[in-house]
């Protein structure tokens, strides 16, 4: 199992931009596809964005796409999520989770593909 450990959360007021950090252990980090969801209070964890073990596709979420960017530093075992133009919307615990096998990707990824999490970081986007 990988541990991840996000980071880069907190509050910022609408129209504003953070980057959040997500940290692996473990020397096979550069063969998993990375993902990002959120839950914010009183609804369902969803999903937001995934990466490619490589890099090479991204796939987000209607209600982010063209908002937040996803990338990966496999030197440095790290996925990033960039997120611009916050609205309050966007308010939750963004977490940063892995799939459960190497080398897999799917198109409609559900929680369930995804067999680590990290312990969350809060972003709060004020109006």
């Known amino acids: 199992q990988v541990q991840l450990v996000e980071s880069g959360g907190g509050l910022v007021q609408t129209g504003g931009s953070l980057r959040l950090s997500c940290a692996a252990s473990?020397?096979?980090?550069?063969?998993?596809?990375m993902g990002w969801f959120r839950q914010a209070p009183g609804k369902e964890r969803e999903f937001v964005v995934q990466?490619?073990?490589?890099?090479?596709?991204?796939y987000y979420a209607d209600s982010v796409e063209g908002r937040f960017t996803v990338s990966r530093d496999n030197a440095k075992n790290t996925v990033y999520l960039q997120m611009n133009s916050l609205k309050p919307e966007d308010t939750a615990v963004y977490y940063c989770?892995?799939?459960?096998?190497?080398?897999?990707?799917?198109?409609?990824?559900?929680?369930?593909?995804?067999?680590?999490w990290g312990q969350g970081t809060q972003v709060t986007v004020s109006s």
């Open positions: 989770a892995s799939y459960s096998l190497p080398w897999m990707w799917t198109r409609q990824p559900e929680q369930k593909d995804f067999g680590s």
């Open positions: 473990g020397p096979t980090f550069s063969s998993y596809t």
């Open positions: 990466i490619s073990w490589s890099g090479g596709a991204e």
